[in-house]
């Protein structure tokens, strides 16, 4: 945390924090308002003067999912284990869309409020962390896409969806964790922005979004269980389709994603000196 000291009754010093440091909780509450304007400001303008307005949420991931299931369901026929296509794309596709969005925002975030850096001072925090929370809405949006396939393809909830909410706190927590790290690289490296596009296609063919992980050879499986997007794909299909618990991606995912997370925070913090020096 930054630490203040008073040397007057009229003028308050703030200073650096020194070291590495994990989040600061009690300086974010401190700053809410400004935490709750600055998300519901992202929820706004994404869809402002926009025709359509919010059914885009919508839109975005059905196109995505109708060319999926054209494209490897019925052309390549990749293999599903009896599951019909299209709704072993959406629930892979809507988790991996809001990742993806959150992650590419994110890591813009300290970039395009460069103005408001310099000019007062708030948590620097509170920037890569508000596409995390903006994006919750186009996703809990999109969650009427799976809902109405599951409805349509009459399949029956098992005692897997208990943990869907571990399953969505994963899906935030990789997204917190890169952006970041990336957002405290691009304050510095501007080439990130350029990077992005190309990082997150990479990130979409290597997690199971097109294929099932079961796929992938018995021999490189820990490897793979390493990527945390494998454990939020996988575990959102046990979650909303009743497939087995995949515990063999989840755990190594979960550990994977609290290294990415805490690395992230302890980066960004001490990173955060110099974001108005080198803007």
């Not at 007057?8 to 994990?22: F, K, L, N, R």
């Not at 296509?85 to 925002?105: K, N, R």
């Not at 979409?204 to 992938?216: H, K, N, T």
Request: with cysteine.
């Amino acid at each position: 945390m930054n630490r203040s000291r008073s040397i007057s009754d009229s003028v308050t010093v703030v200073e650096p924090a020194s070291g590495w440091q994990i989040i600061n909780f009690k300086e974010l509450k401190q700053y809410s308002d400004l935490f709750y304007f600055m998300v519901w400001r992202d929820i706004k303008v994404l869809y402002a003067q926009t025709v359509l307005g919010f059914s885009w949420a919508i839109l975005q991931p059905l196109i995505q999912i109708i060319l999926f299931t054209i494209i490897f369901g019925k052309v390549a026929r990749i293999s599903t284990e009896g599951i019909p296509y299209i709704l072993f794309s959406s629930v892979a596709i809507i988790p991996w869309t809001y990742m993806s969005q959150a992650m590419a925002q994110s890591s813009q975030s300290l970039v395009g409020g460069q103005n408001m850096l310099g000019k007062i001072y708030f948590p620097r925090l509170i920037f890569p962390i508000t596409p995390i929370l903006a994006k919750l809405v186009d996703f809990g949006i999109s969650l009427v896409i799976i809902l109405g396939l599951i409805i349509y393809y009459s399949v029956q909830p098992t005692w897997n969806l208990l943990f869907f909410p571990v399953l969505i706190l994963l899906m935030m927590s990789i997204a917190a964790g890169a952006g970041l790290w990336l957002s405290a690289l691009a304050i510095r490296f501007r080439d990130v922005r350029h990077a992005m596009n190309f990082i997150l296609r990479m990130l979409m063919y290597s997690a199971p979004i097109v294929y099932s992980a079961s796929s992938i050879p018995e021999a490189y499986r820990f490897i793979y269980s390493l990527n945390p997007i494998v454990a939020v794909i996988e575990g959102f299909r046990a979650c909303l389709l009743g497939t087995p618990m995949p515990w063999q991606y989840v755990w190594p995912g979960l550990t994977t994603a609290a290294i990415l997370l805490i690395s992230g925070a302890l980066y960004f913090k001490r990173m955060e000196r110099i974001f108005v020096d080198v803007i």
